[in-house]
């Protein structure tokens, strides 16, 4: 049987290189707001699109550049997101008090994940953050 224009099965995964402004981070969560749809997932939606955020917004605050490359991997129930910067200043969760307004997203991103981490590059120029989010749990 013949597919039809547009119902050829969806590639397993996005790649993009950008320099991420505030400005970005809205068409970003669109583009993985449609992978997660067009995989049959947009459940998943809501907790991607805030993970995402808060990931590529330390590379706003921590890159000096701004430049990153970002990876959506479909995975057996579920995505794997990883976004790669040219610093290598891992991040470090810490504790935010009442009245701070930063020190919030790596303990977001912990709560609204499966998993996560951060690695090192294999040549020290840089690191990739990255986390996974699983459909249905």
Known sequence: MNKAFGDEDPPC???MTLAVT???LRHIRRIVR?????WGMPE???A???AVTEVLANVIRHAADGLCAL?????????RVEVSDGSPALPVPRRAGELDE??????LL??????????PAADGTGKTVWFELKAGG
């Open 71 to 79: 990876r959506v991997l479909r995975q057996d129930g579920g995505i």
């Open 44 to 46: 998943l939606s809501d």
């Open 13 to 15: 995964q996005y790649r």
């Open 102 to 107: 930063d020190g919030r997203g790596l303990a």
């Open 34 to 38: 449609t992978h997660l749809r067009r």
């Open 110 to 119: 912990g709560a609204i994940t499966h998993a996560w981490a951060a690695e």
């Open 22 to 24: 505030p400005h970005a």
């Open 48 to 50: 991607a699109e805030l």
